[in-house]
């Protein structure tokens, strides 16, 4: 996804228009420090092998985090609400068209619901989201005195999940992806993609949610591989490691993971 925010141009959860400008990387073997053979399924050093190997691929992790932020949490929140059950073309076109009228956040709040839904119809869902926005924007000026949540950089990370927390609409993977790109704080995103992975892999059971995975994901990983580790999975997830057709073939982790070669039917969560 280009996540256009109208101030600096950044993105998350979709890598695959950054990494399609370069070849990728051949992944090294041996790029862990451990053989894979011992490696069991969900244990740290099999993940930290995984995400090795996937970050020598795709290299997210090389990416700095002003590269994703553009200084205003509020802009990764808002943007990050309209991302919710659309794709991010939609999503952007949405975010870019409110914002080209309103620069200011305290001009968006100051529409109507029915005018915010109008301007943000590409994104799907407009009137629920207008509600939202606006309900969110209210209880931010309360809250903050104005419409800007710069002061979360220096708050602590389990105050900011909190509150975010709270926020109507907001769930865990919104937080997540507010925390690790606008406030580059420990979280890690879990969408279809690395869920998919993360099940395959016998990291989590077939049936795990993906607010599971993320709690689990969250207590396990490194802060400095999350969000490359993220980012890298979406991408494994849409080139190789795909819903229906995975490319086992062609797949870098392939010996470390439990559900290479299986059939269809038996590979874990297909969707
Ligand atoms: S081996 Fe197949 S199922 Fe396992 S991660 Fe790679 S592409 Fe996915």
Redesign the pocket.
């Known amino acids: 996804m280009s996540r256009a925010t109208g101030t600096k141009r950044t993105e998350r959860n979709e890598p695959a228009k950054r990494a399609s400008g370069a070849a990728p990387r051949q992944a090294p073997r041996g790029a862990a420090s451990v053989s894979p053979s011992v490696l069991h399924p969900g244990s740290l050093n099999h993940i930290l092998f995984v995400l090795r190997e996937l970050e020598e691929l795709y290299g997210f992790g090389l990416l700095p985090a002003d590269e994703f932020a553009t200084g205003e949490p509020l802009d990764g929140l808002m943007l990050t609400l309209l991302s919710q059950n659309t794709n991010d073309r939609n999503r952007d076109k949405a975010y870019e068209t409110l914002r080209a009228g309103h620069p200011a956040w305290g001009e968006v709040a100051a529409l109507s619901s029915s005018d915010i839904t109008s301007l943000i119809r590409p994104a799907g869902l407009g009137g629920t989201k207008a509600a939202r926005m606006k309900d969110i924007l209210g209880r931010i000026f309360s809250d903050f005195g104005g419409y800007s949540l710069v002061a979360m950089l220096d708050w602590a990370p389990e105050d900011v999940r909190s509150y975010l927390s709270a926020l109507p609409g907001i769930g865990p993977k919104t937080v997540a992806c507010v925390m690790a790109f606008d406030l580059d704080m420990p979280a890690f995103p879990v969408d279809t993609h690395v869920a998919r992975?993360s099940r395959?892999?016998g990291w989590a059971g077939e049936k795990a949610s993906p607010e599971r995975i993320q709690e689990f994901l969250e207590a396990t990983v490194p802060y400095d591989l999350c969000r490359g580790g993220h980012l890298d999975m979406i991408e494994?997830g849409r080139k190789?490691?795909r819903a229906r057709k995975?490319?086992?073939g062609?797949?870098v982790?392939?010996r470390v993971?439990?559900?290479?070669?299986?059939p269809a039917e038996k590979?874990a969560a297909a969707r």
């Open positions: 992975l395959r892999l494994h190789i490691c995975p490319e086992c062609e797949c982790i392939s993971c439990g559900s290479f070669g299986l590979r």
